[in-house]
T-cell receptor
Framework: SAVISQKPSRDICQRGTSLTIQCQVDSQVTMMFWYRQQPGQSLTLIATANQGSEATYESGFVIDKFPISRPNLTFSTLTVSNMSPEDSSIYLC????????????????FGPGTRLTVL | AQSVTQLGSHVSVSEGALVLLRCNYSSSVPPYLFWYVQYPNQGLQLLLKYTTGATLVKGINGFEAEFKKSETSFHLTKPSAHMSDAAEYFCALYNFNKFYFGSGTKLNVKP
């Protein structure tokens, strides 16, 4: 299985500021996903980040608010920009498609999440 | 359209009792189905998955699920609950390179 780490594990931020969340994987993966889990709710996909291409954002999420970088096959960052209390959530990184293969469902693993509180 | 519905946001069982967590799905193509567990302050861990083949799928920690196409269901069961099973469980569907998650069911196990 893939080992995924996220930094920071939690943070408390002031409104109007930005936070960058890092996701590191111990092996090369094709597809990386960023999810948001708001309090008491399920996971919502923010975007899919494939190395070498622009991230693909889901409806309701925009690049200006959630810019994503994917510089290589083991690392990605998600920035939550101009934060408001409504951005308080757990942000989860997940990966799929180890070894460069695009098949994500067979190799889907989740990071431990970043708990963000915006005051 | 793809969607996942989990019936019951909270389920409470006694230790040793049967665990049944319900999941129904809607999919325009044959689905891949998953159950994930999330312990407090942790990420999601895969319990089991159905892709093709045998419709009764066995997972970790004694859990199993049965894919019933006619009922569009993928309910999760465990014959005997353990205190360590207390967690939140998510049913998910995978199609077109995306996961669709249900709203989750929190399982409480009473001593």
């Amino acid at each position: 299985s893939a080992v995924i780490s996220q930094k920071p594990s939690r943070d408390i931020c002031q409104r109007g500021t930005s936070l960058t969340i890092q996701c590191q994987v111990d092996s090369q993966v094709t597809m990386m996903f960023w999810y948001r889990q708001q309090p008491g709710q399920s996971l919502t996909l923010i975007a899919t980040a494939n190395q070498g291409s622009e991230a693909t954002y889901e409806s309701g999420f925009v690049i200006d608010k959630f810019p994503i970088s994917r510089p290589n096959l083991t690392f990605s960052t998600l920035t939550v920009s101009n934060m408001s209390p409504e951005d308080s959530s757990i942000y989860l990184c997940s990966v799929g498609g180890r070894g460069g293969a695009p098949s994500s469902y067979n190799e889907q693993f989740f990071g431990p999440g970043t708990r963000l509180t915006v005051l | 359209a793809q969607s996942v519905t989990q019936l019951g946001s909270h389920v409470s069982v006694s230790e040793g009792a049967l665990v049944l967590l319900r999941c129904n799905y809607s999919s325009s193509v044959p689905p891949y189905l998953f159950w994930y567990v999330q312990y407090p302050n942790q990420g999601l861990q895969l319990l089991l998955k159905y892709t093709t083949g045998a419709t009764l799928v066995k997972g970790i920690n004694g859990f199993e699920a049965e894919f019933k196409k006619s009922e569009t269901s993928f309910h999760l069961t465990k014959p005997s609950a353990h205190m360590s099973d207390a967690a939140e469980y998510f049913c998910a569907l995978y199609n077109f390179n995306k996961f669709y998650f249900g709203s989750g069911t929190k399982l409480n196990v009473k001593p």
